[in-house]
């Protein structure tokens, strides 16, 4: 099963952020940020689009495609940078990868960087 959060700026997705596992009670699986030009366990960029945010019941076409993320875009500043890791996180958080703890910990790191 998939969850995918589908993240636009200025109307054009840019980012995919992915998770596989193999059952909907299996927590964990495979989790990756999925660029122009990637895929992840066989479903290319586009296709994850297509499919939108949310929880799909699908089954991986490559189950050992999952570090094929395309090429990450230019970030314009450190903040920028570290504001889409965050995001990342967050987006871990949600399918449950990550802990609370590790959230906020990553959020202090974000804030600390110069906005610019």
């Not at 997705?13 to 366990?41: I, K, T």
């Not at 689009?49 to 949310?54: E, N, V, Y």
């Not at 500043?77 to 990553?106: C, M, N, P, R």
Request: hydrophobic content about 35%; some cysteine; overall charge negative.
């Amino acid at each position: 099963m998939f969850v995918l959060q589908v993240l636009k700026k200025r109307k054009v997705p840019y980012v995919v952020h992915a998770q596989y596992s193999e059952s909907r009670s299996h927590q964990g699986g495979h989790l990756s940020s999925v660029y122009p030009g990637g895929s992840f366990m066989g479903y290319t960029f586009e296709n994850l689009c297509k499919m939108g945010t949310g929880e799909h019941e699908v089954a991986s076409l490559d189950q050992h495609d999952f570090r094929n993320s395309g090429p990450e875009p230019k970030f314009q500043s450190d903040w920028e940078a570290k504001h889409a890791q965050f995001e990342f996180i967050l987006f871990g958080y949600q399918v449950g990868a990550y802990t609370s703890l590790e959230v906020l910990s990553f959020a202090q790191d974000t804030l600390a960087v110069e906005f610019r």
